[in-house]
């Protein structure tokens, strides 16, 4: 297993302005995931975020407004840019871990709420 | 249609009830199958792992999966009221870093 830490574990933001939260890891990991899991709604995969090279982002989703960082192998972190009420979400980091790398953890999420 | 569904419920049993979670899917490459609870406010915890059909069993909880209808369960024994919560099916093309499909996930309160 693996035990994962975000934050913030919440904020209220204004409209206009950038969030950055941050994933750390127990262990070290190849590659980190970032979903989000709007209101009512089930889990969304943003961004898989390697280490050493360019985040590859789902459709939909983009790096001008979900910009992710992967310094090393234990720690990502993904911004929420120029926000909008829209972005109200909670975020949630992952990681694979077992030998296929298909087991996949979470952090206790960010819950953002854009006002 | 999506790829994977997911009854929302909510699904409401009195507390030592079996409770079966179900769901359905159209990509027949899917090979890992799981099962996450997410209590409020928490992020999803990893209840049970399968790859490929068949059966896994983990004290109180059976995931079943049955590839050639694209179906798969989650029985939960002797329901308790800790149990609430919200249960998500996830699923994954292949082992290796792939993201997971996750269902819209069921809502389920045990009561005394």
């Known amino acids: 297993s693996a035990v994962i830490s975000q934050k913030p574990s919440r904020d209220i933001c204004q409209r206009g302005t950038s969030l950055t939260i941050q994933c750390q890891v127990d262990s070290q990991v190849t590659m980190m995931f970032w979903y989000r899991q709007q209101p009512g709604q089930s889990l969304t995969l943003i961004a898989t975020?390697?280490?050493?090279?360019?985040?590859?982002?789902e459709s939909g989703f983009v790096i001008d407004k979900f910009p992710i960082s992967r310094p090393n192998l234990t720690f990502s972190t993904l911004t929420v840019s120029n926000m909008s009420p829209e972005d109200s979400s909670i975020y949630l980091c992952?990681?694979?871990?077992?030998?296929?790398?298909?087991?996949?953890?979470f952090g206790q999420g960010t819950r953002l709420t854009v006002v | 249609q999506k790829e994977v569904e997911q009854d929302p419920g909510p699904l409401s049993v009195p507390e030592g009830a079996i409770v079966s979670l179900n769901c359905t899917y159209s990509?027949?490459?899917?090979?890992?199958f799981m099962w996450y609870r997410q209590y409020s406010r928490k992020g999803p915890e990893l209840l049970m792992y399968?790859?490929?059909?068949g059966n896994k069993e983990d004290g109180r909880f059976t995931a079943q999966v049955d590839k050639s209808s694209k179906y798969i369960s989650l029985f939960i024994r002797d329901s308790q009221p800790s149990d609430s919560a919200t249960y998500l099916c996830a699923m994954s093309p292949l082992g290796g870093y792939n993201k997971l499909i996750f269902g819209a996930g069921t809502r389920l309160a045990v009561h005394p």
């Open positions: 992952s990681v694979g871990v077992g030998l296929d790398g298909t087991e996949a953890f």
């Open positions: 990509n027949s490459a899917f090979q890992y």
């Open positions: 975020a390697n280490q050493g090279s360019e985040a590859t982002y």
């Open positions: 399968t790859y490929s059909s």
